[in-house]
């Protein structure tokens, strides 16, 4: 049983870049929602998901897009990156959105932009 | 609006030693409280939460938390540290609002246990 899995683990890109974040879980979960954790700033919710098809903006959506176009699959994208956007990336899914529900987390991508 | 203050970016104990990670929150409704605990170079994982009934609350591990109302804390706590236990922990709280709701975290404590 997978949970939670996030590809790439690490990557470094060049400022301007693009470049695409996965993740996928196999929990059958409605909500999805993708976090950048930072020293010192705890984590932050950049976009989230509460079922396939659907996307809303967190606290820190400037400059990331989302889409989920497949219920297990929920896809970050940058599409001009910033050194600003160093940071590690964070998926995680819960079954439903009620406040009382834990969040599963993936182990994170490692972005760095140069 | 909810909120989540975690005192003490950085704990050290000794192995064996009592472990007490603090946590305050502000919320204007009920608050759903969590502790999770991320090792080096892995994602979160749920140590326990509280929702509803018995304050004192029983995690994996060994930890336990403490909802105390009065004080708007939820602390963490372990009676005898292991080496294990070093990682990076965070408490969060529910926020309510929007298409669902969600958790604001707060900016973690990493807990270092000397032998």
């Known amino acids: 049983n997978a949970g939670v899995t996030q590809t790439p683990k690490f990557r470094v890109l060049k400022t301007g870049q693009s470049m695409t974040l996965l993740c996928a879980q196999d929990?059958?979960?409605?909500?999805m929602y993708w976090y950048r954790q930072d020293p010192g700033m705890g984590l932050r919710l950049i976009h989230y998901s509460v079922g396939e098809g659907t996307t809303a903006k967190g606290e820190v959506p400037d400059g990331y897009n989302v889409s989920r176009l497949k219920k297990q699959n929920f896809l970050l994208g940058l599409e001009s990156a910033a050194p600003s956007q160093t940071s590690v990336y964070f998926c995680?899914?819960?079954?439903?959105?009620?406040?009382?529900?834990?969040?599963?987390f993936g182990d994170g991508t490692r972005l760095s932009i140069l | 609006a909810q909120s989540v203050t975690q005192l003490g970016s950085h704990v050290s104990v000794s192995e064996g030693a009592l472990v007490l990670l603090r946590c305050n929150y502000s919320?204007?409704?009920?608050?759903?409280l969590f502790w999770y605990v991320q090792y080096p170079n892995q994602g979160l994982q749920l140590l326990l939460k509280?929702?509803?009934?018995?304050?004192l609350v029983k995690g994996i591990n060994g930890f336990e938390a403490e909802f105390k109302k009065s004080e708007t804390s939820f602390h963490l706590t372990k009676p005898s540290a292991h080496m294990s236990d070093a990682a990076e922990y965070f408490c969060?709280?529910?926020?309510?609002?929007?298409?669902?709701?969600?958790?604001?975290f707060g900016t973690g404590t990493l807990l270092a246990v000397q032998p």
């Open positions: 929990m059958n979960h409605e909500y």
């Open positions: 995680a899914s819960s079954f439903t959105g009620l406040g009382n529900q834990p969040q599963h």
């Open positions: 509280y929702t509803t009934g018995a304050t």
């Open positions: 969060a709280v529910t926020a309510y609002g929007g298409a669902t709701n969600k958790l604001i």
């Open positions: 919320s204007s409704v009920p608050p759903y």
